[in-house]
Each structure stands twice: as structure tokens, then as C-alpha cells.
């Protein structure tokens, strides 16, 4: 290969013309197709349907020199055209099979169309509820995201040998989730313990998991963008963990460098991200423009050039593009995938299992299933685009099911709906953005009228499913707009009230929490939404999710996770002291706690047992609790197990998840749940710059949620 054959494989183009119309003659359109055919692009991004694929991939393997392919990416993120819930919704499943499930019927779908590489999954960890991409994610808790991570890339990835599978790319390298104040791209300052601990897990998970290529991230990270880390690239990703993938760029991000104050210009930019370790440049142009005159210059060896692209074509051989370069180009398998009716029933499945029941006084719920007046209010509910929520730009608009037309489908009740509020006015062409609605209340006498003849009402309200993803970070975490004076107006003259939530992150609900007896949280569910709410709310499906992020009572408490350290003034015991942790205006304890989540039934913990109060290297202890479903019906339950390190060379959190297990009971029957401690379970990234299990005293929960528990002591020697 020549220079710049070589670095043309280290380039990716956003897809730059209309492949079915004329060829580009001018301008940078044209200058990309000319780098196109002398073979120096590696990768395409946003080209999607077989026919379009087909003939990018035709112009490479046909009039290039060396024939090599394409690789064709796209961020299918939870679904192509069949759309599953958003990932922070089916983290809230604890279903790691579903969840993988979800993956695969996302990759089978979006690699019949052409598209062989997906820009997921996300794997940051975030505690801030105000970060738009929040939703893109699993939460908060690095063991609970590890798994995740780890069904997601087995999800997609599958076996490369089948065109049914795709890479997968876990992103974002690293830090992201931990911007300031909660700002898309903003600075990420963090101590070496919490990037050990909490950030890289789920990246290294994925590595075990054999994940194929890795994203860096638009932040910086204690002073360096992460683009041009080679702390992050190099040492950890390539080094310690020999990692054989390729890293490609977020978009732009190599040529963001000149932002941050980084790099003078584009060609120092391209010098610092390739000797970092950043394998692929993602529509900075950088790469192709400036990398052989850099190695003629010396400033970039020639062996970074060879290293990378040896990264870039291991992966396409491993995916079979050389054996076949048209191995996803099938016109006949697209129109039979798309849409498939078995998918729709996986993802209404997802769906299901991602809702999450936050409260039901006085058994509100579930809803008769005739003879009632329903009143239904909130222009979400009768919303088929917004469900899909952000990051679905495979899918087309309308395409889910509402929550009006999920109840309708249940002809017992009589139902009437009003709209009462729009949550967002107006709409912009990029990236699908809305605007909240402040203003208009003009629905709401409508609404009031609706509510005050029914038996029961069902509030759909919450964010609309492009206020949350990339840019999108709100300060303000409430219910969006005008919703909340409509909750209180409706709640006057009719208090029997299920409030269904459709959000992309926690909100902060106190009001609907003192005052609402029927709560649900339904996030963006995907194309199956309103099915999957109707069937929840009736009683068809009984609730089985947990939360896999602190919901907080303010916006005033983010940061909030349950995983916080204990401070040296955690709770004074005397009761007029103000010299402790604590706000003056607000309690320390979220709204709703981190794996949280109730059920129609109900589940009474018992004899929490250890067969030892000590193990020492190479042993392990037992660990039993008795579990009884003392509903009425037949429910999950997602039992949890935590420890607490409670002396550490870094100091620990006053409780980390380390296991979980979902059981499913019959009325009145039991179940003993058994979880193993050893001495894996209880390292961490220690002071002395390695992962080990420090001898010391711990305690063990296991319970519910992270705050109802019981407890035991232990030792390890």
C-alpha cells in the first residue's frame, strides 16, 4: 500500500451525495468522490438501504486499486425501523437476555439495509440526571452497566461470520458522562480512583466481550481532550488491556482539539490524535489532508500509520468484507427483515419489562378492565413519534403505537381523551429538536372538564422524545413547560389520578410524589409503547422494573448516586447540629432510589444468612435470603446483593452492587436466593495503582432496592 492509500483507510466520510443521482462534479462533494476511487476513504457513515450501500461499496472493490471495502456505519442505537426502548429504559429491565435480545433484532434489522457497523453501545456511566444523553445509557452503577455492556456488544456482534450480525463500537472513551454540570461536551475533572472504579468497567467489560472497534469522546479529561489522550488510547485501551480493534473519533472531535486549545490547527490536530492512538477520523478531514505530509515531516512515524490501518483491515477481514464485500448487500432479505411481525413482539417484550412502577396507594392499579370512566390527558399520549425517542434516526415518524391507542384496545371502560398541554411547540430540522412549550394553556379547560366525570384519569406527561439525547442537557429537571400546573389543576377536581411518565432521564417529581397515588415510570418505549403501557396499567403484564438511576426530589442534589462516599461528617447525632453533610433546604435521600422499583405483588425478605463471617484468598462465603411473594398474583422480583468495604487504601462508597437475581413467584410461595462472595467480588483499583481485595471488615445487603435491605457483617483475611 502506498502512504496514502494507507492513510485513506484511516478516514470516514459522512455520506456526501445522492448515490442514485448524478455524480458530484464540484466543490468538497466532488473532491471526496475522487478520494473515493483512488481508495482513500475506509469507512462511510449515515448510507443506508442496500441499493445505496451497493454501489459506494461497487466504486471500491471495482475501480480502486487495491479492491479493499467499505465499512458502512450508522448509530443504531435501540432499534433501526422496529425501535426498542431506549437503553437507560431497558437497563430499568435488569433483563440481561432481553437486553441482548433487543441488540440482536437491532443489528438483524439495520445490516439488511447495507449497514454493517453501529456506534453502540454506550457504555458511560453517569450520576447526572441533567446530561441529555443520559437515555443513551445504562445509569449510574459501573457493575449494572458492566452486564449490560457486555449483552449489548454479544447483541450486535453476535457471530460475525452471519450477515445478520454487525460490529458493535463501544463508546465514548472516556469520562463523557461525567461532564461539569451536567453540559453535553463540557470539561471532565476526575480523581483516579473514580475513573478506575466507576468509568472504565464497562469499557474493559467490553473488551472481554471481544468488541470490535472503540469511540473516543468530545470531552477532555483532567486537562486532555480524550481524542488526543494516549493515557486513555495507547496505555490503557492498547496497552494494558491489548486491545486489537480500531478507536475511531467522535464526529469532528480530532479537529475539536483546536476548540479546546489543544492544537494550533488542523494538521497539528491530526498529528496529536494519530500518535494518541486515535485509529480513524470521523469527519474532521484531517487525517486525509495532513498524515503524509506529517510522515514525511517525521512528526508522525510511519509505523502509527501502519498500526492503525493493520487495526482497520483486521476488522473487516474478521467481518468478511474481503471473502464478500456485498455480504450485506441483499435487496431481497431488506424487504423481507424490515418491520418483521416477530420483532415487534421481541420489542413490546423489552418494553414490558422496562416500565417501572415508582408508586400504587391504595392498589389504584391495576385498572378494572370494564364498567369504568377513563379520562386520558396529555398530548403525549396521543403521540406516535415521540415514543421513539432520540438517537432512532433509522425509524420514520408516527410509527408507535400511543398510549391512547395501547387503552383502546381494551373495550371495557369508556374511554375520552384530551390533550390538555403540548409539551413541545415548533420543530427544527436539526436533529429533530423541539422546544418546550411555556405558554399555552389554552387546553386546559378541556382537560379539567374530561377529568371531572371519570372514575379514574390517566396523566401521560413528561419530555417529549427529542428533549432528551445528544444536546440536550436541561437545568431545569421538572415536568417540562406548563405539565405541572395542568397535574395540579387536574388533581383539584379529579385525585384519582395514574400518572404515566414518558422521560429520556430521572426527573424530579416531588409534588406528584406527596400528591399522586399511581405513578408509572414508561420512559421512550419504541415502537411498541402504548401496547406495553395499556397492558401494564390493566394488569396484563405485572411491573418487574428497577431503576437503574437515582431519581432526586431536586435538581439542587445532582450529582446524586446511591454509591457516595461517607464523608467525615456523614449524620451528627445531635439532632440541632447543622456541622454534617447535608442541605439545609432539602433531605440527603433521593425521591427514588437506585434499583427501586415496585410490583403488583408483593416481596417480604427474610433470614438474610452467611455459612462464614470470614473467608480469606482463594475462599469464598455463602450467602442466602429468603424471598416470599405475599401478593395476590404472580410477580418478578430483582433481588440485589451489595457490599461495603469499610477501611480502604482509597476510601469506599457506603455500598456498591455486586450481584443480582431475577426470581418469579406464585402467591404466597418462596424462594431461597443464594449469591457467592469471593475474593474477586470485593476488589477494586487500589491506592497501589492495581485491581486487589484489600484485607479488612465489610458488610453485605441484600434486599429490594439499594436502601431496603438487610444486613450482615463479614471479614476478609
Known amino acids: 500500500m502506498t502512504l496514502e492509500e494507507k492513510i485513506g483507510q484511516m478516514n470516514q466520510y459522512n455520506g456526501f451525495f445522492d448515490v442514485t443521482g448524478p455524480v458530484p462534479k464540484n466543490g468538497s462533494a466532488a473532491q471526496k468522490y475522487e478520494n473515493l476511487k483512488k481508495g482513500w476513504v475506509g469507512a462511510m457513515l449515515n448510507v443506508k438501504g442496500v441499493k445505496e450501500v451497493r454501489v459506494l461499496q461497487k466504486i471500491t472493490v471495482e475501480e480502486t486499486r487495491l479492491k479493499i471495502p467499505l465499512l458502512f456505519g450508522f448509530d443504531v442505537v435501540h432499534g433501526y425501523k422496529t425501535i426498542s426502548p431506549i437503553p437507560l429504559a431497558e437497563a430499568a429491565s435488569w433483563d440481561l437476555e432481553a437486553i441482548e435480545k433487543s441488540a440482536q433484532i437491532a443489528a438483524e434489522e439495520a445490516s439488511s439495509t447495507g449497514i454493517n457497523w453501529t456506534f453502540a453501545p454506550m457504555v458511560d456511566i453517569t450520576r447526572d440526571a441533567r446530561w441529555g444523553r443520559v437515555m443513551e445509557g445504562a445509569g449510574e452503577d459501573p457493575f449494572l452497566g458492566s452486564k449490560i455492556a457486555i449483552a449489548r456488544v454479544k447483541g450486535f456482534q453476535g457471530d460475525l ?51 470490535k472497534t472503540f469511540m473516543n469522546s468530545f470531552n477532555e479529561l483532567n486537562g486532555i481532550p480524550a481524542t488526543g489522550s494516549s493515557f486513555l488510547q495507547r496505555d490503557i485501551l492498547k496497552g494494558n488491556w491489548k486491545f486489537q480493534g480500531f478507536v475511531v473519533s467522535d464526529w469532528g472531535s480530532v479537529n475539536e482539539m483546536i476548540a479546546h486549545g489543544y492544537a494550533k490547527n488542523s494538521k497539528q490536530a491530526a498529528e496529536i490524535a494519530a500518535n494518541a492512538g486515535s485509529d480513524m477520523d470521523m469527519e474532521s478531514y484531517a487525517y486525509v489532508e495532513n498524515l503524509a505530509q506529517l510522515v514525511k515531516e517525521g512528526k508522525v512515524k510511519e509505523t502509527i500509520i501502519d498500526d492503525a490501518v493493520k487495526r482497520i483491515l483486521r476488522v473487516k477481514f474478521e467481518l468478511g468484507l474481503f471473502e464478500n464485500p456485498y455480504k450485506y448487500c441483499d435487496e431481497v432479505r431488506e424487504k423481507e427483515t424490515i418491520g418483521k411481525e416477530e420483532f415487534h413482539k421481541d420489542v413490546l417484550d423489552i418494553a414490558k419489562k422496562s416500565i417501572v412502577l415508582l408508586k400504587n396507594e391504595n392498589e389504584l392499579l391495576p385498572i378494572p378492565k370494564e364498567g369504568k370512566k377513563i379520562a386520558v390527558i396529555g398530548a403525549l399520549a396521543n403521540d406516535k413519534t415521540s415514543p421513539l425517542g432520540s438517537w432512532r434516526i433509522g425509524a420514520d415518524d408516527e410509527t408507535a403505537v400511543s398510549v391512547l391507542e395501547g387503552l383502546k384496545k381494551y373495550t371495557g371502560n369508556q374511554i375520552t381523551y384530551a390533550k390538555g398541554v403540548d409539551v413541545a411547540v415548533g420543530r427544527t430540522q436539526f436533529m429533530w429538536e423541539t422546544k418546550i412549550n411555556m405558554t399555552d394553556k389554552s387546553g386546559f379547560p378541556e382537560a379539567i372538564k374530561t377529568a371531572k366525570n371519570a372514575d379514574v384519569v390517566i396523566m401521560v406527561l413528561g419530555e417529549h422524545g427529542l428533549q432528551s439525547g445528544e444536546g440536550r442537557s436541561r437545568a431545569d429537571i421538572t415536568l417540562p413547560g406548563v405539565q405541572q400546573e395542568l397535574l395540579e389543576e387536574i388533581y383539584k377536581v379529579n385525585p384519582n389520578i395514574v400518572l404515566v411518565l414518558n422521560n429520556g432521564r430521572p426527573l424530579a417529581i ?19 409503547s402504548g401496547n406495553a403501557i395499556a397492558e401494564v396499567l390493566y394488569g396484563d403484564y405485572n411491573p418487574s422494573g428497577k431503576l437503574p438511576i437515582t431519581f432526586p426530589r431536586n435538581v439542587g442534589q445532582v450529582p446524586i448516586y446511591y454509591n457516595h462516599k461517607n464523608t467525615g461528617r456523614p449524620i451528627m447525632n445531635e439532632p440541632e447540629s447543622v456541622f454534617w453533610s ?4 432539602e433531605k440527603n435521600t433521593p425521591l427514588y432510589p437506585f434499583g427501586y422499583g415496585l410490583s403488583y405483588s408483593k416481596f417480604e425478605y427474610s433470614n438474610l444468612t452467611l455459612n462464614s463471617n470470614s473467608f480469606s484468598k482463594n475462599g469464598k462465603i455463602e450467602v442466602s ?26 476510601t469506599r462508597p457506603v455500598k456498591e452492587l455486586k450481584g443480582f437475581e431475577m426470581i418469579d413467584l406464585e402467591p404466597n410461595q418462596s424462594q431461597k436466593v443464594k449469591f457467592t462472595i469471593d475474593e474477586k467480588m470485593i476488589e477494586y483499583y487500589t491506592a497501589n495503582a492495581k485491581w486487589e481485595a484489600e484485607p479488612g471488615d465489610f458488610k453485605v445487603f441484600v434486599g429490594t432496592n439499594s436502601a431496603d435491605v438487610l444486613e450482615k457483617d463479614f471479614q476478609f483475611k
Open 582 to 585: 447535608h442541605y439545609i433546604d
Open 625 to 650: 435470603v429468603d424471598v416470599k411473594n405475599t401478593g395476590k398474583v404472580k410477580g418478578k422480583e430483582v433481588v440485589q446483593l451489595y457490599i461495603r468495604d469499610l477501611l480502604g487504601s482509597y
Open 161 to 211: 461470520t452471519s450477515n445478520k450480525n454487525i460490529l458493535a463500537c463501544t463508546k465514548h472513551f472516556a469520562g463523557y458522562g461525567f461532564a461539569e454540570s451536567g453540559r453535553d461536551y463540557n470539561t471532565v475533572i476526575t480523581s483516579d480512583d473514580v475513573l478506575q472504579n466507576v468509568i472504565l468497567p464497562p469499557f474493559k467489560a467490553t473488551i472481554d466481550a471481544n468488541v
Open 510 to 528: 416531588p409534588w406528584a410524589d406527596k400528591h399522586i397515588p399511581a405513578i408509572v415510570e414508561a420512559w421512550h418505549l419504541g415502537t411498541e
